[in-house]
């Protein structure tokens, strides 16, 4: 997964007229962080709870802000990506899967930041990808999902 992000993110800085031609170590994490991680608008997420169920499921809360105001969602699903997934579609009429994910962490120890990669098509369009990096893995799995919507949201802007 990562190989296809590479790929489409270099797509992206070769169509940035923003960027010299030779690209230095610094422009593109500066680039990667504008676009994937640091972006929050539409939606930013302040918060979550989880709770797996005796049947396997689980259930989430979050408090996101779209838009500059502060809105709730509930989500059910097989895990905590999928109820976050669901909770999103049900609450702002998306129509949002996760195709991929992967995710790593950024060094070793109990201290380490994970980073989490998801592929997500839009109502069967052209998937796209999100990021998100923290140092709980479900927060930045659902970091990802956010990225990934806010591109999205960017896009179907244009």
């Known amino acids: ?53 005796a049947d396997g499921t689980c259930r989430i809360e979050a408090t996101l802000q779209h838009n500059g105001k502060e809105i709730m969602i509930y989500g059910k699903g097989n895990g905590p990506l999928a109820a976050f997934v669901n909770g999103m579609n049900d609450t702002f009429a998306l129509s949002l899967s996760i195709v991929n994910y992967s995710e790593h962490a950024t060094d070793s120890g109990s201290e380490a930041t994970a980073v989490a990669y998801v592929e997500v098509a839009h109502a069967n369009e052209k998937s796209l990808f999100g990021a998100g990096r923290h140092s709980n893995i479900t927060k930045a799995s659902l970091l990802a999902v956010v990225s990934a919507t806010n591109r999205l949201s960017r896009i179907s802007a244009c």
């Open 1 to 53: 997964m990562t190989l296809i992000i590479s790929s489409r993110f270099s797509h992206f800085l070769e169509s940035d007229c923003l960027y010299p031609k030779e690209l230095t170590a610094e422009n593109i994490w500066e680039a990667f962080n504008a676009e994937y991680l640091d972006a929050n608008n539409p939606f930013s997420l302040f918060g979550y709870m989880e709770r797996q169920n």
